[in-house]
């Protein structure tokens, strides 16, 4: 079945480590792939997007991600945690264009100080 | 701009009562998009539009109507509400195949 899964449902950090949220789908071909953040009680914020090229893509709040075709994955990493970090992330293909998004469960990460 | 706005933020109903759940968005994007989201589960698409007057269904459109008669407004009906309708509801908009903005969400009770 087609499915985006993130498979860590709670990930906690020390401040100042670095990250890595996975995330894999299973479509037939490449989908456009994203990455949200969501805080507590807010919408969803796009953190960074691939639609084709450059497989490692740059976002926001020094967050990035590397798509990797034969694994179909899309993970998340960032190279050092801070507190504001902390919130609820998801990962999201769009087999069919914009209308068609489809989002994973979420990974919860939880920063310590 | 404001962006994408939702009225009311917060909704209590009771079985069988109807609502109508507000979405405006001032960047003039011509897509419209419905989310339910469901406690610890990714967003669901509900219904989206491409344009004033075109609607069509997501992946969970059931229990659920749209109208779009404006590019700003895309208001969302629940005509019997059940408890399954319980959840987040997120309306976003975007323009064809850009960034979808998202507004805050309004949290639906069913009893």
């Known amino acids: 079945a087609q499915s985006v899964t993130q498979p860590d449902i709670h990930i906690t950090v020390s401040e100042g480590a670095s990250l890595e949220l996975r995330c894999n789908y299973s479509?037939?071909?490449?989908?456009?792939l994203f990455w949200y953040v969501q805080s507590p009680g807010q919408g969803l914020q796009l953190l960074l997007k691939?639609?084709?090229?450059?497989?490692l893509v740059q976002g926001i709040k020094g967050f990035e991600a590397e798509f990797k075709r034969s694994q179909s994955s899309f993970n998340l990493r960032k190279p050092s945690v801070h507190w504001s970090d902390a919130a609820e992330y998801f990962c999201?293909?769009?087999?069919?264009?914009?209308?068609?998004?489809?989002f994973g469960a979420g990974t919860r990460l939880t920063v310590k100080p | 701009n404001a962006g994408v706005t939702q009225t009311p933020k917060f909704r209590i109903l009771k079985i069988g009562q109807s609502m109508t759940l507000q979405c405006t968005q001032d960047m003039n994007h011509n897509y419209m998009y419905w989310y339910r989201q469901d406690p610890g589960m990714g967003l669901k698409l509900i219904y989206y539009s491409v344009g004033a007057g075109i609607t069509d269904k997501g992946e969970v459109p059931n229990g659920y109507n749209v109208s779009r008669s404006t590019t700003e407004d895309f208001p969302l009906r629940l005509e019997l509400a059940a408890p399954s309708q319980t959840s987040v509801y997120f309306c976003a908009s975007s323009y064809v195949e850009e960034t979808q903005y998202f507004g805050p969400g309004t949290r639906l009770l069913v009893l």
């Open positions: 999201a293909v769009a087999p069919g264009g914009n209308n068609d998004m489809r």
């Open positions: 691939y639609f084709s090229g450059d497989t």
């Open positions: 479509y037939g071909a490449t989908p456009y």
